[in-house]
């Protein structure tokens, strides 16, 4: 970039403009899974409200060795594609076990 260059305004809008969706998205599926666990699955709200400040500190940490991993990783892929089709798989997978899964309103 050269020195002094100004981003325009419109193209810092178009910016902002496309980050927006997912900006959005996001809280909102976070607010219906608090209420999917606690007034569907049963699960008491403390226990609940748990959920986000664990994976907070757990991705702080897998952040690191994810990161160390994938960047030794040597396939023909790259280094960072093998992990992104695998995850994605995993991800899906996961979310639907989510809320497909046994109701554990009879456990707690």
């Known amino acids: 970039m050269k020195k002094g260059y ?6 810092k809008i178009a910016f902002g403009v ?5 900006n959005l998205t996001y809280p909102a599926l976070q607010f219906y899974f608090v209420y999917y666990v606690v ?5 008491p709200a403390h226990l609940a ?7 907070r500190v757990w991705g702080a940490f897998m952040d690191v060795i ?3 991993i994938s960047d030794n990783t040597e396939s023909r892929f790259g280094r960072r594609r093998p ?10 997978r996961q979310g639907v076990g989510c809320v497909h899964g046994r ?3 009879k456990d707690f």
Do not use: C, K, Q, W
């Open 6 to 11: 100004v981003v325009p305004l419109l193209e």
């Open 18 to 22: 496309g980050d927006m969706p997912g």
């Open 39 to 43: 007034n569907i699955s049963g699960v």
């Open 49 to 55: 409200a748990l959920v986000y400040p664990i994976g």
């Open 66 to 68: 994810i990161g160390r």
């Open 83 to 92: 992990y992104l089709l695998f995850g994605t798989r995993l991800s899906d």
């Open 103 to 105: 109701n554990h309103r």
